[in-house]
């Protein structure tokens, strides 16, 4: 039998619980977004769509390997977002998951990450690997492309 212990809540078998209520509870201490955020200036590409994507643009392209767990690769996401702005219409911003896409990297030689690689005509003009600040990203796109 449940007893009533004041408004919404009751007694059932020796547990208190909340029949009703008007109150909604908050957890402050809700974990983290997993997602990163990515500008809408920025492409995702995978194994299947890479040739398409990447090779076959016609503008250049900075191409990000990354991985959702690599925290150096999180700490540049800002940088190709201000990048993506500054370039836009002259160079495309393409990011491809190494743990969801395994054969491109394998086929570019990538041992680690970020590794961040210019791509015109088809071709590397030039490649990075770990994370560096905007002032040498620019640098290097300058005179890739």
Excluded at 23 to 37: H, R
Excluded at 41 to 56: C, E, G, R
Excluded at 121 to 131: F, N, P, R
Aim: glycine share 8%.
């Amino acid at each position: 039998m449940a007893k009533t212990f004041g408004t919404g809540w009751t007694r059932d078998m020796g547990l208190l619980s909340v029949a009703d209520a008007d109150v909604t509870v908050v957890n402050p201490l809700s974990p983290p977004s997993l997602e990163t955020p990515v500008s809408e200036k920025i492409t995702h590409t995978s194994d299947a769509a890479f040739q398409k994507d990447v090779l076959d643009s016609d503008t250049p392209v900075l191409l990000d390997f990354w991985a959702e767990w690599c925290g150096p690769c999180k700490a540049i996401a800002p940088v190709l977002d201000q990048l993506a702005d500054q370039y836009d219409g002259k160079l495309k911003i393409v990011k491809i998951n190494i743990d969801e896409n395994q054969n491109t990297p394998r086929q570019f030689g990538v041992r680690g990450i970020p590794t961040l690689m210019v791509f015109k005509g088809g071709k590397v003009e030039a490649t990075q690997i770990g994370a560096v600040g905007k002032s040498q990203l620019d640098q290097m796109i300058q005179k890739a492309i």
